[in-house]
T-cell receptor, first 111, second 114 residues
């Protein structure tokens, strides 16, 4: 089983602050996805990174895939209360037919 | 746009009872998945299907069975519920999970086993 560890597990910050969430593994993934989940709903895809070293930006969110494709990070600039939620990373196995999810980072942004 | 629909959304069972969770998707996706979500453990794959009539075990399959008789439906069964199966269950579907495929999730089914 490929394991993904996310850190921190919980993060409470003030509006306007920056933050980074990490997703680490000893295994290599063919791709890695980041999802965001709000209470009472299912996760929704934010981004998929495929190439080692890849950086993708989605407005105030910056996603990076490690060179060795074992880790990833999500950086949020000037966090807003609307960013509050559970952020999950998920790595695809080599066959690409299964995703392994990390334990999640629960983010709260206070106004 | 219905997307992925799960029923029921809430259920309380007594230990030893059986039940079935139904997942329906209207996006003509080949791949469907059942996950369970527990605090601090993210989503763990129970079973999945790569097409009508096929099923495969995921990370935590014990105590669960599944069936995919129709392409649009994926059923998750608990034959004899145990308190350890108290969780929130999510169904997901994908058109092509290989490498970059997006998973579309339902809203979840909260199951409590007393």
């Amino acid at each position: 089983t490929q394991l993904l560890e996310q850190s921190p597990q919980f993060l409470s910050i003030q509006e306007g602050e920056n933050l980074t969430v990490y997703c680490n593994s000893s295994s290599v993934f063919s791709s890695l996805q980041w999802y965001r989940q709000e209470p009472g709903e299912g996760p929704v895809l934010l981004v998929t990174v495929v190439t080692g070293g890849e950086v993708k930006k989605l407005k105030r969110l910056t996603f990076q895939f490690g060179d060795a494709r074992k880790d990833s990070s999500l950086h949020i600039t000037a966090a807003q209360p609307g960013d509050t939620g559970l952020y999950l990373c998920a790595g695809a196995n080599n066959a690409g037919n299964m995703l392994t999810f990390g334990g999640g980072t629960r983010l709260m942004v206070k106004p | 746009n219905a997307g992925v629909t799960q029923t029921p959304k809430f259920r309380v069972l007594k230990t030893g009872q059986s039940m079935t969770l139904l997942c329906a998707q209207d996006m003509n996706h080949e791949y469907m998945y059942w996950y369970r979500q527990d605090p601090g453990m993210g989503l763990r794959l129970i079973h999945y299907s790569v097409g009508e009539g096929t099923t495969a075990k995921g990370e935590v399959p014990d105590g669960y069975n599944v069936s995919r008789l129709k392409k649009q439906n994926f059923l998750l069964g608990l034959e004899s519920a145990a308190p350890s199966q108290t969780s929130v269950y999510f169904c997901a579907s994908s058109w092509d999970p290989r490498n970059t495929g997006e998973l579309f999730f339902g809203e979840g089914s909260r199951l409590t086993v007393l």
